[in-house]
């Protein structure tokens, strides 16, 4: 289901009413996992049983594995659940790319192509709930949590609907003790949630939907980038969509979450006021930045060995977190773009500390618009329909000869307007780079709080144009 | 990890509620102020069509009984459901039309899904059938096979029923496009003289638009599309029809039918389509070298009656007439 249709607008105030009037826990629980595969069902019933499948053979391993003494014994099983993850991950997500790729590496040598070609759909948010059963795993292996002996609770876990499909990933020392004991119901986190969902769906509907993607799309879906001020209308217009598309659904599954009584945890706070690209990194997808950091950047090695090896541990994560995104070279370019990026603000800083340079007003303002300016042109790589056309587009944006003052005083209403929102969101984020959105929501006044939130939905209820998926949904 | 957690100071239940009450009145009264704005320019509300309109439809061709209609907008316009119900006891009437868009796509699809058999009635002429009109509908098939989902099937039932009643749910009604046409000189939204049922039947109403200046838009139309796209050699089309057969008799093969027809179009619309794509050399050749079923107009005196005010759509105060007409013409000729 997606949190901006009608479907699951009714869905959820009658699983919220059922989930509030029953009265055991464990009753709760039972309508959260039904509410969970049904919440799931609505986009393709067909992968429901690999949902419930993969998670109780995890559930099943990680209990075993749990109860071995031995390190060595349990690294076994570790591996095997790592294997059977990852090939699930795999055949379903980057088959067809993997073998694409073979066949032309054997045609270009000369040799037959190979003929395998699979018709199956991405099942949705498969990389969401194989990086939650993967984080429990290895948590379990390393000794950091007990295994939970009730299957329910870690089906739970794993389907718990308003993450479950575009995240954030939760781990289950943060899901685990919220499972177990029961929510109270708290008028405050009640309300707050709603008026969470109703900016989550401002943030997508409005936002991303109404004003950013009619720009991007008219971009990115034409085969000429010639001039230069179009290319960059589309690359910040993307830059705003793939924010609010994404914090939208996040802020949305927050205040669902909220509502129900659990708390997730924060998955973005103000990105385009990063400075620097560790920065951005802390504040963009966090949830899964922090899941690359310990499931994968720090087992490598992180940046305990020599200069060379820190370079390759960060490329490595940077690569496996654009592949994470999807099947296709241009989530790579992003990744290894994003890697260096990372490699070259450690030279710069370590250069600085050698010269003695200090943070300041002006280093500061030149690293967040250095920060912004790589954020939106890697954008690109990850939008564009294929390399060549996102060479294409960055090659003209940064083309002098690609401007004309002509081009400028050509640019549409849409483009203006979603030019005025984007430099609004930049405040916004500015203004509140080191204030969580709770925060923000807290110091409103009632009147305040209240009638902002009336002009959302008025604003959602009157952009009712094209409805589209939530972007991380393909991932 | 940080998690989100709920408001902790100066709150309390009371300014919590208080909050969502105001919320409200400020999002109904902006509501109800807006519907009104819209009605006295005289909007009305009707069902949107959309690509999960049509394959909430599309979803509905399954059994024998079904009878399904596609074409552009003269079906989509022209034929009355519920007389196709009374004509055809027992039948399931499905309407898949899309206004402005030939159905070829459509076809082949419904040709290549195994859950067909129904009965087919397929509204195209010559300039139609021409190929590089095949994939106008594409997009609505290829969005029915990836996207659709329970989830908006749900959704899209939900809408229709809001959208019966509420004009400030029809997307090009909405706050942007009046803000644009406030602040440019864009137009202001015009006012539609069409509106389409829940099961996509569409109705026209004259009243509300001048047939003449439609009919002169749809010349000019029609002039730039086929200096844009002139017509193939009647040897060339003739030849590159083949596939159509084969689609037809992969319907047939499951004990399903095949009813080509065009429906009647008068003044510009025929002369140019004639002149274009004449009758004899094109669709009489079509239809007999193929050994398929049609009908087309130039056939049957049956719509003598039938007023075209755009010279291409029947109103709907005559829709029912004019589908009753049409398949007790089918009828007789021993086509349905």
Excluded at chain 1, 141 to 158: C, E, K
Excluded at chain 2, 114 to 123: C, E, Q, R, S
Aim: charged share 15%; aromatic share 14%; glycine share 8%.
């Amino acid at each position: 289901m997606q949190f901006d249709s009608l479907a699951f607008l009714a869905f959820f105030l009658i699983i919220a009413a059922l989930y509030w009037w029953v009265p055991a826990w464990n009753q709760r629980k039972n309508v959260l996992l039904a509410a969970s595969y049904l919440f799931y069902a609505g986009w393709n019933p067909y992968f429901l049983p690999l949902l419930v499948t993969t998670s109780l053979i995890d559930w099943r391993l990680a209990l075993h594995m749990g109860s071995i003494p031995s390190q060595s014994r349990r690294k076994k099983w570790l591996i095997a659940i790592c294997i059977m993850n990852l090939a699930v991950l795999g055949y379903f997500k980057y088959a067809n790319f993997f073998m694409d790729n073979i066949n032309s590496l054997t045609t270009f040598m000369g040799l037959p192509n190979f003929s395998f070609q699979s018709s199956v759909a991405l099942p949705i948010g498969i990389s969401f709930y194989i990086f939650h059963s993967l984080s429990y795993c290895i948590d379990v292996y390393r000794g950091g949590i007990r295994p939970t002996a009730s299957w329910r609770d870690y089906l739970l876990y794993v389907a718990f609907f308003p993450q479950l499909v575009a995240g954030p990933i939760v781990r289950w020392t943060t899901m685990g003790q919220q499972i177990e004991t029961p929510r109270p119901f708290l008028t405050d986190r009640f309300i707050v949630g709603i008026a969470l969902m109703v900016v989550g769906l401002f943030q997508k509907i409005v936002l991303a939907d109404g004003i950013f993607a009619p720009v991007a799309n008219a971009q990115f879906d034409q085969n000429t980038f010639d001039t230069g001020v179009s290319v960059w209308m589309g690359a910040l217009a993307f830059t705003g969509q793939i924010f609010c598309d994404f914090a939208g659904y996040t802020t949305c599954a927050i205040g669902a979450a909220l509502v129900l009584g659990f708390r997730l945890p924060v998955n973005f706070q103000s990105p385009y006021a990063a400075i620097g690209f560790s920065d951005f990194w802390r504040r963009w997808h966090i949830s899964l930045s922090s899941w690359l950091r310990d499931y994968l950047y720090i087992p490598l090695g992180g940046n305990r060995g020599s200069a060379s090896t820190t370079a390759r541990n960060l490329m490595i994560t940077m690569l496996l977190g654009g592949l994470w995104h999807g099947a296709a070279w241009t989530f790579v370019v992003w990744g290894l773009l994003h890697g260096l990026f990372l490699l070259l603000e450690r030279g710069v800083k370590q250069f600085a500390d050698t010269r003695g340079i200090g943070p300041s007003a002006v280093t500061k303002s030149l690293g967040w618009c250095v920060t912004l300016l790589a954020v939106v042109t890697a954008w690109v790589f990850f939008r564009a329909e294929d390399l060549g056309s996102a060479v294409a587009m960055v090659t003209t944006m940064y083309t002098v000869s690609s401007f004309a003052l002509a081009d400028l005083l050509n640019i549409d209403f849409e483009s203006w307007w979603m030019l005025v929102v984007f430099m609004a969101l930049l405040g916004q984020q500015l203004i509140t780079r080191d204030r969580p959105l709770q925060a923000l929501v807290d110091n409103l006044s009632w009147p305040v709080l209240g009638v902002m939130l009336g002009a959302m939905l008025f604003l959602i209820s009157t952009t009712t144009g094209q409805t589209n998926a939530f972007i991380y949904f393909q991932f | 990890m940080r998690l989100f957690t709920s408001s902790s100071k100066g709150g309390g239940a009371r300014r919590g509620w208080s909050v969502i009450l105001l919320a409200a009145v400020v999002w109904l009264s902006g509501v109800w102020l807006y519907e009104g704005y819209l009605r006295d320019q005289g909007h009305l509300p009707s069902i949107i069509d959309s690509p999960q309109l049509w394959a909430q439809e599309r979803s509905r061709i399954e059994g024998a009984d079904a009878v399904v209609f596609i074409g552009a907008s003269r079906t989509l316009y022209g034929i009355d459901l519920q007389t196709v119900e009374q004509v055809m006891p027992a039948s399931k009437p499905v309407m898949l039309a899309l206004n402005g868009a030939y159905p070829m796509a459509t076809l082949q699809a419904l040709a290549d899904d195994p859950a067909f058999n129904g009965t087919l009635l397929v509204d195209v002429d010559a300039r139609g059938l021409s190929e590089s009109n095949w994939g106008a509908q594409a997009a609505k098939n290829q969005y029915f096979e990836h996207d659709w989902t329970p989830n908006w099937a749900v959704h899209r039932r939900l809408l229709n029923e809001l959208q019966r009643h509420w004009v400030f749910l029809t997307p090009r009604l909405g706050l942007f496009p009046l803000l644009k046409s406030a602040i440019t000189d864009a137009p202001a939204p015009f006012l539609a003289h069409d509106t389409l049922s829940a099961q996509r039947e569409g109705f026209l109403n004259f009243d509300r638009v001048s047939g003449v200046g439609l009919a002169e838009m749809f010349r000019v139309g029609l002039v730039e599309d086929l200096a844009l796209h002139p017509p193939p050699s009647a040897a060339h089309w003739l030849r590159a029809l083949a596939p159509v057969k084969k689609w037809v008799q992969k319907i047939e093969a499951r004990g399903g039918r095949v009813i080509f027809f065009v429906p009647p179009v008068s003044g510009h619309q025929a002369m140019l389509a004639e002149a274009a794509y004449p009758f004899a050399q094109y669709w009489q050749r079509f239809i007999t070298e193929y050994n398929l079923v049609g009908w087309h107009y130039r056939e049957s005196n049956v719509f003598s009656a039938i007023e075209l005010p755009d010279q291409s759509h029947v109103d709907a105060r005559q829709k029912a007439e004019y589908t009753r007409l049409l398949l007790m013409d089918l009828k007789r000729r021993g086509n349905l």
